[in-house]
């Protein structure tokens, strides 16, 4: 079955820390990409997504991601974090019609 | 444009009731999904509705699980009768479209999840 897993649970940070979450899939075909977030008391918005083209997408609040074909990897990036971005941030991958497969979540806390 | 509305936001119920989550597409979003949380793990993918038709429901746990969308507006989700596994966040989402690749109009926008806790 496909899946998707996310390499951290949770993550403590500084702010101004880089961050890195990871994010691995299983599935060998054509896949669609995706990074929602969740911030407290509020609803999953859509951080980002890969479709096809530039491997290297940019998103919302300076996030971006890189799909890694041949890693089945698609890794969220922030150069430097602000408090703001504490939150659960979930990498999801789209197979045929348009069910998502997600991962288990990383809450991100920032420290001000 | 207004979001997916989804309520209640929480509800707490015994074991054995009934209860009932609603949810409300963005207007003119053919495509209505529920996926569901339990206790800090994946977010499930449910059951997926084109208009008024169910198109997969392959996530449905089992028979207690009731999806309607009665028009092909809004949705009910039934849970009939409540066990203490079904706890959780039911999630609603909907798009204008489906498939893979294209346009960003096949991109799910999700409501802020209704909590459901069985006791």
């Known amino acids: 079955a496909q899946s998707v897993s996310q390499h951290n649970h949770h993550v403590i940070l500084s702010e101004a820390a880089s961050l890195e979450l990871g994010c691995n899939y299983s599935?060998?075909?054509?896949?669609?990409l995706f990074w929602y977030v969740q911030y407290p008391g509020q609803h999953l918005q859509l951080l980002l997504k890969?479709?096809?083209?530039?491997?290297l997408v940019k998103g919302i609040k300076g996030f971006e991601a890189e799909f890694i074909k041949s890693k089945f990897s698609f890794n969220l990036r922030k150069p430097s974090v602000q408090w703001s971005d504490t939150a659960e941030y979930f990498c999801?991958?789209?197979?045929?019609?348009?069910?998502?497969?997600f991962g288990a979540g990383t809450i991100l806390r920032v420290k001000s | 444009e207004a979001g997916v509305t989804q309520f209640p936001s929480h509800s707490v119920i015994e074991k054995g009731q009934t209860v009932t989550l609603r949810c409300d597409p963005i207007?003119?979003?053919?495509?209505l999904y529920w996926y569901r949380r339990v206790m800090g793990k994946e977010i499930k993918f449910l059951l997926h509705?084109?208009?008024?038709?169910?198109?997969?429901e392959s996530g449905m746990p089992n028979n207690r699980f009731l999806a309607e969308r009665t028009g092909g507006t809004y949705s009910t989700l039934k849970v009939q009768p409540a066990e203490l596994e079904d706890s959780g966040v039911y999630f609603c989402?909907?798009?204008?479209?489906?498939?893979?690749?294209?346009?960003?109009?096949?991109?799910?926008?999700f409501g802020a999840g209704s909590r459901l806790t069985v006791l």
């Open positions: 509705f084109v208009k008024e038709s169910k198109q997969d």
């Open positions: 207007s003119g979003h053919d495509n």
């Open positions: 989402a909907s798009s204008r479209y489906t498939g893979t690749g294209g346009s960003g109009a096949n991109v799910l926008t």
């Open positions: 999801a991958v789209r197979l045929y019609g348009n069910k998502l497969v």
């Open positions: 599935y060998g075909g054509t896949v669609n």
């Open positions: 890969y479709f096809s083209g530039d491997p």
